[in-house]
Structure formats: structure tokens, C-alpha cells
């Protein structure tokens, strides 16, 4: 009996090991040389090593500089649609934020990024909140959205972020210490998400000078708080709007409404956009389409490589920390983004920015005229951007009309036009400075006046301070330059 049990057992073994070898050679000759297996991608969707993905990586890239390389222009048309849209489905002027008209005393907030308990609007909370809506009634021409990528890094862009008549940051950037030449240094709204104020300044829960300290760059700009996005965020989002009364900061803290927030996350599912949460770049991005006519965003490229110069750039200007990839569709939303560029909706900046033109001067022949003391006989010269300039003041020129100079003296506060004499043969060159932000005026001496033969006008000019410090020193032309 147990002769026979061992018998069956060694030939059902055989017949196993038989079937296995059967299997394995018709399997081999059905397979084409050089090509492995078909195997199951559900059962084989794992992370992908970076190295055998960056071909893929370089031909999203390209097709993304494909898209970009076309000429950009204004579309009007397209702009005022989708800004009805948006402004329709967001209301972004007027619930942006949280103030005290659009979340009364007694009522409740609902957190937009957690299902949690409604917080109930105490006294002592309604205080907190803004009494007045800082962008009731408030539009504007130009805005600079910045955001924080490596891309901006060695752009020379800062002169044309600053050069807006608002500019958004995010997230506290640095904007000191070099960086100036790349991002600027104006900011009229910045956001700050609670994770920084946790990881840097400990939650504000013990020294709180270095966090209102770091503040100092943004001026008297709105600091942007995401109070009501998860529970946790809003102790600390009082600690430091707190923080920044005690120490009587100029800031302005003032809280992210979530319902605008849910109601920006609806409209961008509509537009097909898929992710978790929104970032703060396409939040602040989304605010300014509503706030301003004309957007430029910076600092906007999701990827580890230059589009232009096809280097490795770092995922911030000013570090290399990664990003919660698993919270935000950073190239999701910038595809969006670049939609809305090709569209002429909006425009994204990349690659560096070239220098600030000079303001256009026009020509016109007032006849000859001999060479005089009060004659400029070298070049116009004048800047925009921070509106400094060479050029005498209007009202010295209007003193000294022998030479053939005459002058339009604005308000105090503004030089609305100009023109001075340039150049030889009667060459009139007309430099027109629309307006200025310097706030002041005062009498400065400025030695490059008498190389012009301007003694007759005394060596005093009205200046702005920031005017004659990074102004350059003129140089002398045989003919005009016309800017």
C-alpha cells in the first residue's frame, strides 16, 4: 500500500514538472526576439524611476516652448470673457477675503479645504476680520503675479515686476540679499501660508520679533492669511495677524474667504483642471484676472529645466525644497495657465527679461539755432521703470527760454510732461514722463548740469532722491539719441 501511495506521488510530481516544461517552450516560441513579455500595466503602475522618465520630461517641455514660442498679443475680447466668467462664478472683488460686511458677527464659517465643524463668529473673532473690502471700487492696469520658481533665478525680470501698478507675491519670498535683480522688491499683497510661519518662526509661539522683522520688505502691503482653510491654520493665522499689531508692523493681515476658495475650485474643475487643491500661484493668479486689465505672471514653470537654456534649474529662486506634489497639479495648472497665455488673456513671462525701454521721444524741427548756454547739445536722456532721469527739472527750464528750453511744471508730487531741447541743428526731442512715484521733491546740486553750459539756470534742479542715485552719468553725443 505504501509502495503504491509513493508511485502515484512521483508521477503526479513528473507530470507537474512535464506540464511546467510543455508551457515554458511553447511560451518562448511565441514570444518575438528582444521583446519582453507583455505584462499587466494595472499590476505594474509603480513609481518610475526619474532617469527612465526624462525623455518623457523633455518632450512635454518642448511641446510647452512649442506653444509658447508664438508671438503674444492682447486679445480683448477673450480677456473681458473670461473675466465675466470668473467674476460671475468667484465674485472675487467682493469675497476674496474675509471682512466684516460679508461674514456678519453670529455667523458661521465653513473651513473649505476639511470637513470639520462650522466655526461660529464670535466678537472676539469679528474683530479680526477686515471692516472694509480693500478692493471695492479698486481696479487696475497692470499687475505682476510673482510666483517662486527657479526660472526667475539670474532673469534680471526685477525692474518689470516692480514697474506694475500691483504686484502679488507668495509665501514671503526673500526679496532682499541680491534677489532684487531678479524679483523686485515692490509688493502691494503677499501671501503666507501658515506652514512657513509653523516651520520657521515655531507656530509664533515663543520669539516673535525675527517673523515681524522678515516683514520689513513688504512695507505697508496685505499680508493674505488661508485662516479658515484646516482647523490648525487658524490659531496660528491669528497668532500672527497679533503678532503683527503688538509690534505695530505697517502690514495689513487679512484673511482668505473659503468660500471664495471653494467657489475658485468649482470654477477651475468646470475649466478641466483636476487636483487636489488649488496652489497659491493659480489662486493669486485667478484674483488678479479680476483685478487688473492686464496680468503678467512670473516666476510661473512647474519643471526642473530651463525652457530656453535647457539647464537644471532649482524648484525656487532661492532654494530647492520640493512641493507637495501629492496636494498640488503644479503642470496641470500650468498648462491652464499657458491656455489662457495663447488666448491673449493673460501673459506668462520666461527666459529673461530685457532692460527697460526708454520713454519715446519725438522729433520735431523748430529751425536753426545757434549754440547757446541754455542749449543741451548732448543727448536725451531718460528712464522708466522707476522713472528716474537725467533731464533738468521743467521749472528751471522754464526759466531759461533764451536757449530755446521751455518747461510744464506738473503738481508737486507729479512731472506730467515734459520736453527739453536736444541735439544740434534745432532738433527738438520730446521725452514724455506720464507720471512719477516719487512722493517728494528737493533741491539737489548736480555737477553734470554745467558740463551742458546750463549756468545761467544756477546748478540747482528739483530731483527725487531715488532719481539722482541711480541715475548715470550723461554722456555727450555729436547728434541726438531718440529713445
Not at 152 to 168: H, R, T, Y
Request: with cysteine.
Amino acid at each position: 500500500m505504501r509502495g503504491l501511495f509513493c508511485f502515484m506521488l512521483t508521477l503526479s510530481i513528473l507530470g507537474t514538472v512535464l506540464t511546467a516544461l510543455v508551457w515554458y517552450v511553447f511560451r518562448d516560441r511565441n514570444v518575438q526576439p528582444g521583446i519582453p513579455p507583455h505584462k499587466d500595466p494595472i499590476m505594474n503602475s509603480g513609481p518610475v524611476p526619474s532617469g527612465t522618465c526624462k525623455g518623457c520630461r523633455d518632450t512635454v517641455t518642448e511641446k510647452v516652448v512649442e506653444r509658447y514660442s508664438h508671438s503674444w498679443k492682447k486679445q480683448e475680447d477673450k480677456f473681458r470673457n473670461f473675466r465675466s466668467l470668473l467674476s460671475n462664478r468667484c465674485h472675487g472683488l467682493t469675497k476674496a477675503m474675509v471682512t466684516q460686511a460679508n461674514t456678519p458677527l453670529g455667523s458661521k464659517v465653513v473651513y473649505d479645504g476639511e470637513k470639520r465643524k462650522p466655526l461660529q463668529v464670535t466678537p472676539e473673532l469679528f474683530s479680526t476680520f477686515a471692516k472694509e473690502n480693500p478692493f471695492v471700487n479698486t481696479t487696475w492696469d497692470t499687475c505682476s503675479v510673482v510666483g517662486n520658481g527657479g526660472i526667475l533665478a539670474n532673469s534680471s525680470c526685477g525692474e518689470k515686476i516692480d514697474s506694475a501698478q500691483f504686484v502679488i507675491r507668495c509665501n514671503l519670498p526673500p526679496l532682499e540679499n541680491g534677489y532684487e535683480r531678479d524679483v523686485g522688491n515692490k509688493t502691494d499683497l503677499v501671501t503666507a501660508n501658515p506652514s512657513i510661519l509653523m516651520e520657521k518662526y515655531g507656530g509664533l509661539q515663543e520669539r516673535r520679533r525675527p517673523f515681524v522683522e522678515s516683514l520689513r520688505s513688504y512695507g505697508d502691503s496685505l499680508m493674505l492669511l488661508p485662516a479658515f482653510s484646516y482647523g490648525p491654520n487658524t490659531p496660528v493665522s491669528l497668532r500672527a495677524l497679533y503678532t503683527i499689531q503688538d509690534f505695530d508692523s505697517p502690514l495689513r493681515p487679512v484673511f482668505l474667504n473659503p468660500e471664495y476658495l471653494q467657489s475658485l475650485a468649482h470654477f477651475w474643475q468646470g475649466q478641466g483642471l483636476r487636483t487636489v487643491r488649488l496652489s497659491t500661484g493659480l489662486i493669486v493668479a485667478s484674483l488678479a484676472l479680476e483685478l487688473c486689465t492686464n496680468v503678467h505672471l512670473y516666476g510661473f514653470w512647474p519643471f526642473n529645466e530651463h525652457p530656453l537654456r535647457h539647464q537644471p534649474l532649482t524648484n525656487h529662486y532661492y532654494d530647492d525644497r520640493q512641493s507637495k506634489k501629492t496636494v498640488h497639479a503644479m503642470p496641470a495648472e500650468f498648462d491652464h495657465l499657458l491656455r489662457l497665455h495663447s488666448q491673449g488673456v493673460l501673459r506668462i513671462h520666461l527666459g529673461e527679461c530685457a532692460p527697460m525701454a526708454s520713454p519715446r521721444c519725438s522729433t520735431e524741427m523748430a529751425g536753426p539755432q545757434p549754440q547757446s548756454p541754455g542749449w543741451l547739445s548732448g543727448s536725451c536722456h531718460a528712464h522708466t521703470g522707476t522713472m528716474q532721469h537725467n533731464l533738468p527739472d521743467t521749472e528751471a527750464l522754464g526759466k531759461n527760454t533764451e536757449g530755446g528750453t521751455e518747461g510744464d511744471q506738473g503738481s508737486d508730487d507729479t512731472h506730467k510732461h515734459f520736453w527739453a531741447s536736444c541735439g544740434r541743428g534745432g532738433s527738438r526731442v520730446t521725452p514724455v514722463i506720464e507720471s512719477s512715484p516719487c512722493e517728494r521733491k528737493i533741491w539737489v546740486t548736480d555737477p553734470w548740469m554745467l558740463t551742458y553750459g546750463l549756468s545761467g539756470m544756477g546748478s540747482q534742479i528739483l530731483s527725487c532722491p531715488q532719481w539722482k542715485s541711480s541715475s548715470p552719468t550723461p554722456s555727450i553725443h555729436d547728434e541726438p539719441v531718440l529713445h
